[in-house]
């Protein structure tokens, strides 16, 4: 490579806007337009340098703002709009790129799973293949093939959980502590699962705004830059039953998806697991971490479960995991919300601004979004330094 595609871009400004398990009086677009302004005004840019804008709401909120003629895509799945706001920059198709998700007011038959991971087709709704299921079949897989034990799951939510306690953040603050057995205690969901290996749902917004590196001497705060970044897909989420083994045009199967972006983001910036001091991974399931873990080169194939005792994963452990509470319990409201709240964490982290869990000197950060139970992984790479 000549040089780094993304040497030029900068993450300048992050913002979360409120989470709630509710957010009475809100609706996807107001929440969406609160996380916007806060992102423009964290990265101390005048609304008027904005020229494009990706994610939720993109259209209402160029009106609302003021900001067309503009770009916009619909792009609304986190890190992948994320690296389409950083391929404009560099290409010098816009200068300020806003990266926005909300959802709030969607979410009313709170009986069922949630409206984003229940489409009603043939193939899924006759069956109960919920996506508590859909997961459960790939961890079921492993602990088959490699003894993982339901005692290692608990201790991946028992870590996320208590970080999100301790997050005055976090929609589920001060729900803690949590321990192994309290997980194990929750009722069952879909076995392995219980209650508490599961994410719960919530209501906010997010955003970011990415521009050139010529800008980052009038900028408020430290600039994060993109080391690497790209994503993996098998098929369409939540429409077919997700096998271990399902494979596609080259030898990685669906239980390890997102192998194949983390070796080609690492291999972009020059880098190895090794050199990641905080994982700022999905959490939709417990069993999703140790999944990543091996998938991403951390530890070897069936050793995601011990990998992830010992503190290893935990405050002061040498690979930190989701350090706000993730979707297990500082919020999970819609994909495009979720799905871009691991880079928000990620750009916090590196800042060195977290407000509970900062990882001490955090100079790299790896965000990801996704899962084997929905077909697809996304990952990025964040750093302190310009690579």
């Known amino acids: 490579m000549a040089g780094h595609p993304f040497r030029d871009v900068v993450i300048a400004g992050a913002f979360n806007a409120r989470q709630a398990r509710v957010l009475e009086g809100e609706t996807s677009l107001s929440i969406s337009l609160e996380a916007a302004r806060g992102a423009i005004a964290d990265a101390g ?4 340098d904005v020229n494009g804008i990706i994610g939720n709401h993109t259209s209402d909120i160029a009106f609302e703002l003021g900001l067309g003629p503009v ?22 198709l816009s200068d300020v790129v806003v990266v926005v998700g909300g959802s709030a007011g969607v979410y009313t038959d709170r009986a069922s799973t949630a409206p984003w991971t229940r489409p009603n087709n043939e193939f ?7 996506t508590a299921a859909e997961f459960a079949l790939i961890a079921r897989h492993h602990m088959h093939r490699f003894g993982t034990t339901p005692e290692q799951l608990a201790t991946v939510a028992a870590t996320i959980r208590n970080n999100g306690h301790a997050n005055p953040q976090a929609v589920y603050h001060g729900r803690g502590p949590f321990t192994p057995t309290d997980i194990l205690e929750s009722r069952m969901v879909a076995d392995p699962f219980h209650l508490l290996d599961c994410s719960m749902t919530a209501e906010g917004g997010t955003a970011l705004v ?3 590196a010529d800008r980052v001497a009038d900028l408020p705060e430290p600039p994060v830059w993109i080391l690497g970044g790209n994503s993996d897909r098998l098929g369409p989420s939540y429409r077919h039953a997700p096998s271990w083994d399902l494979h596609g045009r080259v030898g990685d199967v669906n239980g390890v998806v997102g192998r194949r972006a983390a070796q ?4 972009t910036a020059g880098l190895s697991p090794a050199d990641v001091d905080v994982c700022e991974f999905y959490d939709p399931f ?32 040498r690979f930190p995991v989701t350090t706000d509470g993730g979707t297990m319990s500082f919020s999970h409201g819609g994909a495009s919300v979720q799905l871009l709240q691991r880079v928000v964490r ?9 407000v509970s869990g900062q990882v001490p000197d955090a100079a790299v950060a790896m965000c990801t ?12 790479l964040l750093g302190a330094e310009r690579p």
């Not at 916009?72 to 706001?85: D, F, K, N, T």
């Not at 080609?264 to 291999?267: D, E, G, L, T, Y």
């Not at 503190?311 to 002061?316: H, K, W």
């Not at 979004?369 to 990025?380: H, M, N, R, S």
């Open 45 to 48: 840019l005048p609304v008027t």
């Open 71 to 92: 770009f916009q895509s619909g792009s609304g799945l986190g890190i992948p709009a994320v690296l389409e706001a950083a391929a404009h920059v560099a290409l010098g």
């Open 124 to 130: 899924v709704a006759p069956y109960g293949m919920f």
């Open 210 to 212: 990415l521009t050139h």
């Open 264 to 267: 080609r983001s690492f291999a």
């Open 286 to 317: 417990s069993f999703e971490i140790i999944r990543q873990f091996e998938a991403f080169g951390f530890c070897g194939e069936g050793e995601g479960g011990p990998f992830v005792m010992d503190g290893t994963i935990g405050p002061g452990g």
């Open 346 to 354: 990620g750009v916090q982290q590196v800042r060195g601004e977290c």
């Open 369 to 380: 979004g996704g899962g084997a139970g929905a077909l697809f992984t996304d990952v990025l």
